[in-house]
């Protein structure tokens, strides 16, 4: 079996603000034996989590919180060393040129989509 198949043990943090979509994409994590950190809604508890964690193996981000972008995030993981995908309503040219070759999964999103460019 492959990661995508079985990330029994993988601890993904999903930092959503639309309900539905964190629940979606955190039950399908779970269903395939992912440990799912939130989902969190703000940035501030994104990295509150993220600096209470030793070990974190992915996370799928929504660019836009509330209002706020969530670019502060993907640099902290980036420096972490931890692949994350976005999961945004926004073009990719909104992204900064730092986070020109990041990964997107373009809303509305599928989670079965956002989970294969996550580990696949």
Do not use: W
Request: glycine content about 6%; hydrophobic content about 50%; some cysteine.
């Amino acid at each position: 079996m492959t990661r995508l198949d079985t990330p029994r043990g993988y601890r993904v943090l999903l930092v959503e603000d639309e309900y539905f979509i964190a629940m979606e994409l955190a039950d399908l994590f779970r269903r395939r034996g992912a440990e799912v950190l939130g989902p969190v809604p703000t940035v501030d508890q994104a990295l509150d989590l993220i600096a209470a964690t030793s070990r974190l193996d992915g996370a799928v981000l929504d660019i836009n919180l509330h209002g706020e972008m969530a670019y502060d995030v993907a640099d902290v993981l980036e420096a972490r060393k931890v692949p994350f995908v976005f999961a945004t309503g926004y073009d990719r040219e909104v992204l900064p040129p730092r986070f020109a070759g990041a990964r997107v999964c373009n809303k509305p999103v599928v989670a079965e989509q956002v989970v294969r460019a996550l580990l696949g």
